[in-house]
């Protein structure tokens, strides 16, 4: 693998072989131990040359990046046929030549696998015994067979049976890797898009409403995609729907679904002013396509700022809670219900509070309540109730006491416990204008 972090190409690896044996066509040239300068042979001194020439032309090929079929079966023959060539023409003393064979299987090896291996060392073998057959004395020839019987050519499949090995592991290990490259990069880019479709169907900035202060926390678990949904439904200037969510299932199912669950909840809010109604036949609704490894807890509320009050109720999720006027009194809604898609017909209960001017109502999902510190202590919901009380009492608006209740939340907790996405929104009755 190079430094771009990727694996080298054919032309490059071909081209790391032909600067190798450019180095080795030049040792064998000049190097006493394997040419005998004291008999020189005009036959071996031309067959270098070819060497180097042929050497030339593929260093040339490969640097302007050319490729012809079976390269590199050709390229491995012609190598074979070159030692050959240097055993024969130096005669008794071509043994001397026999280790290049080994060189010529390694790079069989890398080249083609086990198959590579075995064969290049079985036709470095036979060609290896017919250059030796082909010497005219009988004398060296008796000798030098059983020396290649008995050591080389044994030593030459031994090394071919370990560099199969070797190439074998390496050809698993590059296809997993490759494999591994292209499932992240795969999974990133859905990541990627998933969050693009993710932002576009989130609402914008919050409205602004004339007798209502809002203030919303969103942070994700991590890099994936959110799960946390939420939603503010001005009917009218005194009539607001809130809407916080959890849509749970699989990365690409979920986004489909997003749309889905959001044209859903919205045309069930103008038709009826009731929270349990509408959790009732959104249910209805998204049963059949939620189904079977999906479903979306989901807390929606009312606010009626004509007759100041407060209706809600909750599917499968921690009812909103109330920190009533300057007392910073805490009011837990007592609601309670199923998830949205786990049955086709649910009724849900639905609660009313009366609401005074300076009240706060503060919505959350469970990744606020459900993280935890690094003894594995949970945030809870009775301390988030405590510390939203603590924080109104600095007569914060809005958004700087969502904002607060997340920085109390990520001082407690632990880079690990937070699991699920955060979301906290904050509605405040201010008191009316003097």
Same mark, same amino acid.
């Given at each position: 693998?190079?430094?771009?972090?990727?694996?080298?190409?054919?032309?490059?690896?071909?081209?790391?072989?032909?600067?190798?044996?450019?180095?080795?066509?030049?040792?064998?040239? =000049?190097?006493?131990?394997?040419?005998?300068?004291?008999?020189?042979?005009?036959?071996?001194?031309?067959?270098?040359?070819?060497?180097?020439?042929?050497?030339?032309?593929?260093?040339?090929?490969?640097?302007?990046?050319?490729?012809?079929?079976?390269?590199?079966?050709?390229?491995?023959?012609?190598?074979?046929?070159?030692?050959?060539?240097?055993?024969?023409?130096?005669?008794?003393?071509?043994?001397?030549?026999?280790?290049?064979?080994?060189?010529?299987?390694?790079?069989?090896?890398?080249?083609?696998?086990?198959?590579?291996?075995?064969?290049?060392?079985?036709?470095?073998?036979?060609?290896?015994?017919?250059?030796?057959?082909?010497?005219?004395?009988?004398?060296?020839?008796?000798?030098?067979?059983?020396?290649?019987?008995?050591?080389?050519?044994?030593?030459?499949?031994?090394?071919?049976?370990?560099?199969?090995?070797?190439?074998? %592991?390496?050809?698993?290990?590059?296809?997993?890797?490759?494999?591994?490259?292209?499932?992240?990069?795969?999974?990133?880019?859905?990541?990627?898009?998933?969050?693009?479709?993710?932002?576009?169907?989130?609402?914008?900035?919050?409205?602004?409403?004339? !007798?209502?202060?809002?203030?919303?926390?969103?942070?994700?678990?991590?890099?994936?995609?959110?799960?946390?949904?939420?939603?503010?439904?001005?009917?009218?200037?005194?009539?607001?729907?809130?809407?916080?969510?959890?849509?749970?299932?699989?990365? $690409?199912?979920?986004?489909?679904?997003?749309?889905?669950?959001?044209?859903?909840?919205?045309?069930?809010?103008?038709?009826?002013?009731?929270?349990?109604?509408?959790?009732?036949?959104?249910?209805?609704?998204?049963?059949?396509?939620?189904?079977?490894?999906?479903?979306?807890?989901?807390?929606?509320?009312? %606010?009626?700022?004509?007759?100041?009050?407060?209706?809600?109720?909750?599917?499968?999720? $921690?009812?909103?809670?109330?920190?009533?006027?300057?007392?910073?009194?805490?009011?837990?809604?007592?609601?309670?219900?199923?998830?949205?898609?786990?049955?086709?017909?649910?009724?849900?209960?639905?609660?009313?509070?009366?609401?005074?001017? !300076?009240?706060?109502?503060?919505?959350?999902?469970?990744?606020?309540?459900?993280?935890?510190?690094?003894?594995?202590?949970? =945030?809870?919901?009775?301390?988030?109730? $405590?510390?939203?009380?603590?924080?109104?009492?600095?007569?914060?608006?809005?958004?700087?006491?969502?904002?607060?209740?997340?920085?109390?939340?990520?001082?407690?907790?632990?880079?690990? !416990?937070?699991?699920?996405?955060?979301?906290?929104?904050?509605?405040?009755?201010?008191?009316?204008?003097?």
């Amino acid at each position: 693998m190079n430094r771009a972090g990727r694996l080298p190409t054919e032309t490059e690896s071909d081209l790391a072989v032909a600067i190798f044996r450019t180095v080795l066509i030049v040792i064998v040239s =000049f190097s006493p131990a394997f040419t005998p300068y004291a008999r020189p042979t005009a036959h071996l001194q031309i067959s270098l040359l070819l060497a180097g020439l042929y050497n030339l032309g593929l260093l040339i090929a490969y640097w302007r990046g050319l490729r012809f079929p079976y390269q590199r079966h050709i390229t491995i023959s012609i190598d074979l046929l070159l030692i050959t060539l240097w055993v024969f023409y130096s005669g008794p003393t071509g043994a001397r030549f026999f280790p290049l064979y080994y060189i010529t299987v390694i790079v069989a090896g890398f080249w083609f696998g086990v198959i590579g291996t075995i064969t290049s060392a079985a036709v470095a073998g036979l060609l290896y015994l017919t250059a030796i057959y082909s010497l005219p004395s009988s004398r060296d020839v008796e000798g030098l067979l059983s020396t290649a019987f008995y050591e080389q050519i044994p030593f030459l499949f031994l090394v071919a049976l370990v560099v199969s090995y070797i190439a074998d %592991i390496q050809a698993r290990e590059r296809r997993g890797w490759y494999e591994a490259r292209i499932f992240l990069a795969r999974h990133q880019e859905r990541i990627r898009l998933a969050q693009k479709v993710y932002d576009l169907l989130q609402p914008g900035s919050l409205p602004a409403l004339p !007798g209502l202060d809002l203030g919303v926390r969103f942070r994700p678990a991590g890099h994936a995609v959110a799960g946390d949904y939420y939603e503010i439904i001005p009917f009218s200037d005194d009539l607001v729907g809130i809407a916080v969510a959890d849509v749970a299932g699989k990365l $690409e199912p979920g986004l489909v679904k997003l749309p889905v669950f959001k044209s859903t909840l919205r045309v069930a809010a103008r038709t009826t002013r009731s929270p349990a109604e509408l959790l009732a036949e959104t249910n209805r609704v998204l049963y059949p396509e939620l189904q079977p490894e999906m479903f979306i807890s989901l807390s929606y509320g009312i %606010i009626d700022l004509r007759q100041m009050t407060f209706s809600c109720a909750v599917a499968g999720q $921690e009812p909103p809670f109330l920190i009533r006027g300057p007392e910073r009194q805490i009011v837990n809604i007592p609601a309670s219900g199923i998830v949205l898609g786990v049955l086709p017909q649910v009724s849900y209960d639905e609660h009313t509070l009366q609401l005074s001017f !300076g009240d706060t109502l503060i919505f959350f999902t469970d990744g606020v309540a459900e993280v935890e510190n690094e003894d594995g202590e949970e =945030f809870g919901s009775s301390r988030l109730a $405590e510390a939203a009380s603590a924080a109104d009492a600095r007569d914060l608006s809005a958004q700087g006491l969502a904002d607060r209740l997340i920085e109390l939340i990520l001082t407690f907790s632990s880079p690990h !416990g937070r699991k699920d996405d955060m979301t906290i929104l904050v509605a405040k009755i201010p008191p009316p204008p003097a």
